[in-house]
């Protein structure tokens, strides 16, 4: 099992900055992908961004590439995005999840959820 807390949400103002951290424990995270998800009020859960385990290669969503980075310390066993120019549309809850089984945007292919930090971005 990987249990996931991520950490680092909050409040700013349109055009501010976020980093949230994800850090795991029972098992190393050097063998998983990890991704990023986020869910707005009434709306579906949306990819963000996965990293490789090596944190070789990383995928973004259109919606926030140039301006997220996704990164990974393992040996902290932690996964971190960097937001930058944040917008109200980045407004939701953000989870972190964990998988082996591909590098994937499907929320499917990943078993291992954290429980989500709010992000909400003022206009």
């Known amino acids: 099992q990987v249990h996931l807390v991520e950490s680092g949400g909050g409040l700013v103002q349109a055009g501010g900055s976020l980093r949230l951290s994800c850090a795991a424990s029972?098992?190393?995270?050097?063998?998983?992908?990890m991704s990023w998800f986020r869910q707005a009020p009434g709306k579906e859960r949306e990819f963000v961004g996965v990293?490789?385990?090596?944190?070789?290669?990383?995928t973004y969503a259109d919606s926030v590439k140039g301006r997220f980075t996704i990164s990974r310390d393992n040996a902290k066993n932690t996964v971190y995005v960097q937001m930058n120019s944040l917008k109200p549309e980045d407004t939701a809850v953000y989870y972190c999840?964990?998988?082996?089984?591909?590098?994937?945007?499907?929320?499917?292919?990943?078993?291992?959820w954290g429980q989500g930090t709010q992000v909400t971005v003022s206009s």
């Open positions: 999840v964990a998988g082996t089984e591909a590098y994937s945007r499907s929320p499917k292919m990943y078993p291992y």
């Open positions: 029972g098992r190393t995270l050097s063998t998983y992908h």
């Open positions: 990293i490789s385990w090596s944190g070789g290669t990383t």
